[in-house]
């Protein structure tokens, strides 16, 4: 009899519960056995939906407070020393995450190709890993037992651990190994005492990376080792996003239980199976990370390629990777046409999914139609011309048609949005008030924020972005071919939420998106006010994207949608346009043969965006957390003029990349983290503009917070741009 796994679940919550109790907990409106009590309901809830779907393998361990990544720092006793001085574990644990008065936090950046964020461990040379610590995971393993439950334990793995940390010291991470892997030991031995018969999920993700000879040699040295911890335990490694065919040659000879593998996004993997050597194969066949529902015939006839390459009987169906990744349920969506509607599985419709699929594989009925057709017919997306001159003379035009001081100041582009600001926009929504009295209110607030600026002294303004709910989904709702649904909440990191939208038909732009409220902005100052819009390939990398064409196609219909659009707002007199790419870097392929193909058309999607730019319009860009050091050179055939970088979390290594590039265009490094409620002093930020110098000339560098304001404070917002600017001033 056929089983079913899914490799994780959901953890904010069907209606964002686990956001609204950790909110109320950081502004001290709950205590922590509250926070605590919510979490163990979700925890219960979700068991038994899964139950109800009859899954067999069920998920502990992968739920938690703010980040697993983090919870596995913990896990191990890897606090940074940084931390040690804060007595309460709950309180650390906090301000490792967000930061607190006296500490920075951790830094924080993408999972993989996701848009998912995950703490950066913070090792060092010297550690040793001593205070291994099982309890979280034992009262979850408790719990979920009282619930009629005999879940599987997820860890992360540990070489995904150590090439996801950063070395504090400098030093070679991978020095570290034999250390790491006898914490993991001592970690599995810890479990081993919590039952017989358990399995213990390694979440492998980085082995389906293109990995050198070195990865792989220590691949077979941790499995070796940690698959003979305990009889008690049933070692399943995991790995995700793509294929991992050379790790599967090397875990087949391992002493482990089971392999997973994904399937939805390596079908390449089919030719790893003669190398699973009698190991159980979970095969990841439900796509875990998009929206659109399963195709039947297409996963049956994907089990039937497995089939025949691997006995039947050591086939578990599973998800593709943690449902992590998708909304919880289309239960909730009452205002989707049944046209989209009828083509979406969120998690809990992926456990049905998985359930049926399982149960046409153990009784051989072979689906005779597709159960998900996606036929809307697309644009034709012929190449935009580009037709901007080199930079450096775009550079001379823009100095003198802008007039910008040395340091120019800015800010990334959102003000904060407060529960007034967000009760007028569902206010309109919901049809109680007027179109007139909601964009008077947007237009007070913009007025307000302009003023605020002024008054702070920034020298490239904005608008503020009020009347957005989201980055993507805001323009989404302005072009043709998205759909949105009320509560396809994802979590993005910790109490932090986004509601991608769906891109499922054909797209084109209907009206102008952002036009009047920039030249009503700019019309309250003579200072420069950008337009802000957001980037083909990050509208793109932050939707669920119809799966029937290629989305390079896809990107050149955004693509020309936002040209349309740069257009009209250089033809406005606006003459700085921030093209944000926030998540360019988070779509690239994990495997190295499949990176230029995504680079090409990202590339020129985004230039195809903003190609139809004047020379003296000045075309900005921003990237979120990245490791900039593979992809210099894409991001120089960008041809932005100025590049603003989240960079405050890693001081100035990021800077260096451009430093050895020799990149020439302007750049706006982070000089403060936005994710964090703290306000950096003047000396700190000043401290930080120094930094900057040792690795920029004056001349090519911008300041600006590290990524934009929506999330914070109008206080703290007001003092940390006040210290900015004063930090500004002292180093002008």
């Not at 998920?59 to 983090?70: A, E, P, Q, R, V």
């Not at 005999?150 to 940390?165: A, E, M, R, Y």
């Not at 194969?281 to 497995?306: H, P, Q």
């Not at 649904?485 to 009206?511: A, F, H, I, T």
Request: include cysteine; hydrophobic fraction near 40%.
């Amino acid at each position: 009899m056929s089983q079913t796994y899914v490799t994780g679940f959901p953890r904010i919550g069907e209606k964002r519960e686990l956001k609204f109790a950790l909110e109320e907990y950081w502004a001290g409106k709950t205590d922590f056995e509250a926070l605590k009590a919510v979490a163990k309901t979700l925890r219960n809830r979700h068991w038994n939906y899964q139950k109800e779907r009859h899954i067999d393998f069920i998920s502990c361990n992968d739920f938690s407070l703010y980040d697993i990544m983090l919870d596995t720092t913990v896990m191990l006793g890897a606090i940074p020393p940084r931390f040690e001085n804060i007595d309460d574990k709950t309180d650390r644990y906090f301000a490792m995450a967000r930061g607190d008065d006296d500490h920075a936090a951790m830094e924080m950046t993408k999972w993989f190709n996701t848009n998912y964020h995950y703490i950066v461990p913070e090792l060092h040379a010297n550690m040793n890993f001593s205070h291994v610590n099982i309890s979280k995971i034992a009262e979850e393993f408790i719990e979920a037992k009282a619930q009629g439950v005999h879940p599987k334990i997820n860890l992360v793995g540990p070489l995904t651990f150590i090439f996801l940390s950063n070395a504090v010291d400098g030093s070679d991470l991978f020095n570290l190994f034999d250390a790491v892997v006898t914490a993991y030991a001592k970690v599995l031995y810890a479990i081993s005492s919590l039952g017989e018969n358990i399995v213990v999920q390694f979440d492998e993700p980085l082995f389906a990376k293109t990995l050198e000879p070195k990865f792989l040699s220590l691949l077979k040295i941790a499995y070796e080792r940690l698959g003979v911890v305990s009889s008690n335990l049933k070692i399943a490694v995991v790995t995700y996003f793509d294929r991992a065919n050379e790790a599967v040659e090397i875990l087949g000879n391992c002493p482990i239980w089971g392999i997973g593998l994904d399937f939805v996004y390596g079908e390449e993997n089919l030719d790893a199976l003669l190398h699973v050597n009698g190991k159980m194969l979970i095969a990841g066949v439900i796509d875990g990370r998009n929206v659109w529902k399963n195709n039947v015939s297409k996963t049956y006839n994907l089990l039937e390629k497995i089939g025949e390459k691997i006995d039947p009987k050591q086939i578990i169906l599973s998800t593709s990777c943690s449902l992590l990744h998708v909304p919880f349920s289309t239960q909730f969506e009452e205002k989707l046409t049944p046209e989209v509607k009828s083509r979406l599985s969120f998690a809990l419709e992926k456990l049905e999914e998985l359930e049926q699929i399982n149960t046409l594989w153990e009784k051989k009925e072979k689906p005779e139609i597709s159960a998900c057709t996606q036929k809307v017919p697309s644009l034709k997306s012929s190449a935009i011309a580009y037709t901007r001159s080199a930079y450096a003379t775009r550079f001379a035009l823009q100095q003198k048609a802008l007039n910008l001081p040395l340091f120019p100041t800015t800010t990334i582009g959102s003000f904060p949005q407060t529960k007034e600001t967000r009760a007028v926009r569902n206010a309109f929504k919901k049809g109680e008030i007027t179109r007139e009295a909601y964009e008077a209110s947007l237009k007070e607030s913009i007025k307000k924020c302009v003023e605020l600026q002024e008054a702070l002294g920034l020298d490239v303004l904005v608008h503020g972005e009020f009347e957005r709910n989201d980055m993507v989904e805001y323009f989404g709702e302005l072009l043709e071919g998205f759909a949105f649904s009320e509560n396809g909440w994802v979590q993005s990191y910790g109490s932090r939420c986004v509601k991608p939208p769906l891109l499922y038909g054909s797209v084109n732009r209907k009206q102008p998106l952002s036009v009047d409220w920039i030249v009503y902005a700019q019309s309250l100052t003579d200072k420069p006010m950008k337009g802000m819009l957001t980037g083909p390939v990050t509208i793109l990398n932050w939707s669920f994207v119809r799966n029937d064409i290629p989305k390079s196609e896809v990107a050149f219909e955004v693509a020309r949608a936002i040209a349309e659009e740069v257009d009209e707002l250089q033809r406005h007199d606006i003459k700085i346009i921030q093209v944000d790419e926030a998540a360019f870097k988070e779509g690239y392929p994990l495997r190295e043969e499949k990176i230029k193909a995504y680079e090409k058309w990202a590339v020129e999607s985004f230039k195809a965006s903003i190609g139809i730019a004047w020379d003296q319009t000045q075309i900005h860009t921003h990237m979120c957390y990245s490791n900039f050091n593979d992809i210099i050179d894409t991001i120089e055939r960008m041809d932005a003029d100025v590049i603003t970088i989240e960079t405050s979390r890693s001081g100035n290594k990021l800077l260096k990349v451009f430093q050895k590039a020799n990149y020439k265009a302007q750049i706006g490094p982070g000089v403060y983290d936005i994710h964090s409620p703290r306000v950096p002093s003047v000396e700190e930020m000043s401290e930080q503009i120094k930094t900057f110098l040792q690795v920029l000339p004056k001349e090519q560098l911008w300041i600006n917070p590290d990524c934009g304001l929506k999330t914070r404070g109008w206080s703290e917002t007001r003092a940390a741009l006040t210290n900015m600017i004063k930090a500004v001033h002292l180093a002008r």
